[in-house]
């Protein structure tokens, strides 16, 4: 099973960037699916996640209007919308699949986003 991550790179302060996670290996279309973010000396951060079926999503404080999480069932493929990019939006994002719990079981490999002012 694999989650690979793109979408990341350099953007000014009020931009936009748009994340992709594809998943390979196995199906997710029953999983949820979210997105976290580490910056660096930081501790890992939930951005977003969504049900399976798409119907129900979740933003942290933090991101809330400014970021829209969505997925293609068929593409087994989740996305990150984030728009109005500040500096502090400055990370590693990291895409997961399948809530165990209160833990995902599946992790990609992180994308840069980089915020420059």
């Known amino acids: 099973v694999q989650l690979q991550a793109s979408g990341g790179g350099l953007v000014q302060t009020g931009g936009s960037l748009r994340l992709s996670c594809a998943a390979s290996?196995?199906?997710?279309?029953?999983?949820?699916m979210a997105w976290f973010r580490q910056a660096p000396g930081k501790e890992r951060e939930f951005v977003a996640a969504?049900?399976?079926?798409?119907?129900?999503?979740y933003a942290g404080d933090s991101v809330k209007g400014r970021f829209t999480i969505s997925r293609d069932i068929a593409k087994n493929t989740v996305y990150l919308q984030m728009n109005s990019l500040k500096a502090e939006d400055t990370a590693v994002y990291y895409c997961a699949a399948e809530l165990r719990g209160i833990t995902y079981y599946y992790w990609g490999q992180g994308t840069q986003v980089t915020v420059s002012s």
């Open positions: 969504i049900s399976w079926s798409g119907g129900t999503s």
């Open positions: 290996g196995r199906t997710f279309s029953r999983s949820y």
